[in-house]
């Protein structure tokens, strides 16, 4: 069993920051890649960042100047810190993992969301 918890979503004005935070927790051998995605109302669910084991990210374009996506192994956590945040950034961020455990293969894992809002 592996779970996926986000946290530090909420309300922000126009230009401010946020820090999201995701924990993998359960029988974890080893985790692979780790993503943020976000969706908006009447829209798909899109890939905002990605981070490799050794630390290897890559954004949408759209968010590459702002947004910064790390992770700690230890931990088994990622984050994204947003910065200068803008109301199309309004969404709910999920954090997705591809994750092996000793009982399962590679397997993709997804956390229940945390809700940005940027609005004044």
């Known amino acids: 069993q592996v779970n996926l918890v986000e946290s530090g979503g909420g309300l922000v004005q126009p230009g401010g920051s946020l820090r999201l935070s995701c924990k993998a927790s359960?029988?974890?051998?080893?985790?692979?890649?780790m993503y943020w995605y976000r969706q908006a109302p009447e829209k798909q669910r899109e890939l905002v960042a990605s981070i490799t084991r050794y630390d290897f990210a890559n954004y949408t374009e759209d968010v590459k100047a702002r947004f910064t996506i790390s992770r700690d192994n230890a931990k088994k956590m990622v984050y994204l810190q947003m910065n200068s945040l803008k109301p199309e950034d309004t969404a709910v961020y999920y954090c997705?993992?591809?994750?092996?455990?000793?009982?399962?293969?590679?397997?993709?894992?997804w956390g229940q969301g945390t809700q940005v809002t940027v609005s004044s």
């Open positions: 997705k993992a591809d994750i092996s455990t000793l009982s399962t293969s590679l397997t993709e894992y």
């Open positions: 359960g029988n974890i051998f080893s985790i692979y890649s």
